[in-house]
């Protein structure tokens, strides 16, 4: 076994552990490159599939499987670049923009799209071709206008405490609803 340390400036230092034992054939620089890249692949994944909430699938069928993946996959990457672009048009950094506060509002524009608009109405409405520079032009307009406060990422909460409701339960453990019902509120 190889042991890689790398010390990262203002990031946690990180050790990767490999059977590739051979520094010539396989530098330490290209395997952390690699697991980087694959960490990152990781973490899209696991995005993927708590925005699109992939705990539940449409069927159990390989090809169902393969492409509730593949629609999954290209409507994240698609929302990805929403969400670089209402960004940029408000000169935050994309990070700071939810990728799931933004896919649920493109999930009720579908529905609202679909409730509309015949099948006919959306071919025709999204056949005409656009270059490049047009789309990038229209959204630039439309997200810079249609700014919403909730597409904004909530700070993270996983270290504060929950606070604990107690529940009020009366003397003896149990009761009967006559009792708690005549019985004047604050004496059980």
């Given at each position: ?54 705990g539940r699938l ?31 048009g ?5 990070n ?32 005409a071709?656009?270059t ?16 919403s406060?909730?597409?904004i ?13 107690r ?5 003896g ?12 509120s604050?004496?059980t």
């Open positions: 076994m190889r042991r890689i340390p790398l010390r990262r400036d203002g990031k946690e230092d990180l050790i990767l552990m490999t059977d590739l034992d051979d520094p010539t054939t396989y530098p330490a620089d290209d395997l952390l490159e690699i697991y980087l890249q694959r960490w990152g692949i990781e973490s899209m994944f696991q995005q993927v599939g708590e925005v699109f909430q992939l449409i069927g159990t069928t390989p090809r169902a499987t393969i492409f509730q993946s593949a629609l999954c996959f290209l409507l994240f990457n698609r929302i990805q670049v929403i969400r670089a672009y209402v960004a940029v408000r000169d935050a950094p994309a700071s923009v939810s990728t799931e506060n933004r896919f649920c509002d493109v999930r009720r524009q579908l529905i609202a799209w679909t409730e509309m608009l015949q099948p006919q109405q959306t071919v025709e409405l999204t056949s071709p656009s490049a520079a047009q789309v990038r032009r229209r959204l630039q307009k439309l997200l810079q206008r249609q700014w406060e909730r597409w990422k909530s700070p993270s909460n996983t270290h504060k405490k929950r606070r604990q409701h529940t009020a339960y009366p003397r453990g149990h009761s009967s609803s006559y009792r708690i019902l005549a019985t004047p604050g004496s």
